[in-house]
């Protein structure tokens, strides 16, 4: 099923296998590791921001009390992201692996053990639909979601993977399983796939928020609308655009990355 754009898909190829295949000299090689790493630092930090907008985060949070809530925060979607790439399998995960990443996303709400699946029907400020009925989650959504998953990881394409990544991160923000941290965890398992094939995350600045929401919206509504019409062949407008601006989102980190290497 096509997500993206051909000539976006064929733009973000061509630059993965050129950082992939360059032989670097050790000063390059350095430089784009902490790019690589200062890449994915930033998407943690905004990644917190995303959700808690008036925080305003520095990249070098003060030590203040006023600041402990946000550096644990950030903290935990670090400690979340170690952990998910030391222990991510691609075809031999479970729904167990979601909630133990949930559980670190929000160790205080999970009284530092694995997540349990929200008891309650919920509604999302600001979204068009509403997440599944509770009972629906153990039932349907979360097994439908962890088998889904492993099918599309089993390919081994680079544009598959990438896509594999962002279902991920749309589904699990749909299903919305958890009383909260759902955003941070989805974003954070797209993130922990997309390591572990050393393709770099996506930076969702905390001022495209409005943007990034209101594809996620979209791609929610028209994936609820596709599947209820019965017709599962070929992707909804809605998800095109999620997909879309995730991808591009990493295209712009691949291009971070080939910056530091030297002609």
């Not at 601006?245 to 295209?251: D, R, S, T, V």
Request: charged letters at 25%.
């Amino acid at each position: 099923m096509r997500y993206l754009p051909e000539e976006l898909a064929n733009e973000m190829r061509e630059k993965y296998f050129f950082l992939k295949n360059r032989k670097t000299h050790e000063l390059e090689g350095q430089c784009r590791k902490l790019a690589y790493k200062r890449i994915i630092k930033n998407a943690q930090i905004q990644s917190y921001e995303i959700e808690n907008p008036h925080s305003k985060i520095p990249f070098s949070v003060s030590r203040n009390n006023k600041k402990k809530t946000i550096r644990e925060g950030i903290k935990n979607i670090e400690s979340a992201f170690a952990w998910g790439v030391s222990n991510f399998d691609p075809l031999n995960f479970d729904e167990s692996f979601v909630r133990e990443l949930a559980g670190k996303i929000y160790p205080s709400l999970h009284y530092n053990t694995i997540a349990q699946y929200r008891r309650d029907n919920v509604r999302i400020l600001g979204a068009s639909k509403i997440p599944p009925d509770s009972y629906k989650i153990i039932l349907r959504e979360i097994p439908w979601f962890v088998e889904s998953l492993k099918q599309q990881l089993s390919d081994n394409e680079f544009i598959n993977r990438i896509n594999a990544a962002i279902f991920a991160h749309l589904h699990l923000a749909r299903i919305h399983p958890f009383e909260d941290g759902n955003g941070r965890t989805a974003r954070t398992f797209q993130d922990v796939i997309l390591t572990h094939y050393q393709i770099p995350t996506p930076l969702i600045s905390s001022g495209e928020r409005h943007v990034y929401y209101s594809c996620l919206d979209k791609a929610v509504i028209d994936w609820n609308e596709k599947k209820a019409s019965g017709f599962n062949n070929g992707a909804s407008e809605g998800e095109s655009l999620f997909y879309t601006f995730i991808a591009g989102k990493i295209n712009n980190s691949l291009d971070q990355l080939a910056s530091k290497c030297k002609d």
